[in-house]
């Protein structure tokens, strides 16, 4: 089993959402561990969320379970039931279907550091995003609006 080089393994600064749904998440650091040692069936990231930022726009998956556990520091787990601080050893998981749109935010004055898990399947899922006019369809790359004019 060979270990990760967390510092080597790919990073990805900010999103790729189109402007201006990519502001809030401008700031965030992911490694991909799952990358770094050629997971196929679940993707592992570490995520790095300075004061300010959020980890996504709010979304749910059609097809994809997703768990994140709070390593350091707090953020504000937002979903459709509300809010919910989340603090180093906390965790939070929702699974594919569900209807709940999610996301986290670092309201805190130090950056937080969140493990995330999920599973890998763009080829069936969608994603919908709960408080914007946009969802990335299952085997497309980019994203569309709902009524599916590309962005």
């Known amino acids: 089993m060979p270990k990760i080089d967390i510092e080597a393994a790919p990073l990805r600064v900010g999103s ?6 990519d502001a809030p998440c401008r700031d965030r650091r992911r490694r991909a561990l799952g990358d770094a ?8 990231n570490l995520m790095r969320l300075p004061p300010g930022s959020w980890t996504s726009q709010r979304h749910w998956h059609t097809a994809e379970d997703e ?3 709070v390593l350091e520091g707090e953020v504000v ?8 601080i989340l603090r180093a050893g906390d965790c939070a998981g929702f699974k594919s279907g569900v209807a709940d749109g999610h996301h986290f935010q670092n309201r805190s004055d130090r950056e937080a550091v969140l493990l995330e898990i ?11 995003y709960s408080d914007i006019d946009m969802v990335a369809r299952a085997g497309e790359a980019g994203y569309r609006r709902r009524d599916g004019t590309p962005y």
Do not use: I, K, N
């Open 67 to 69: 768990f994140t556990w």
């Open 37 to 44: 040692v050629g997971l196929t069936q679940f993707g592992v």
């Open 118 to 128: 999920g599973s890998r399947r763009p080829e069936a899922d969608t994603c919908a």
């Open 16 to 21: 790729d959402y189109p402007a201006p749904h």
């Open 77 to 84: 787990l937002v979903e459709d039931e509300g809010e919910a």
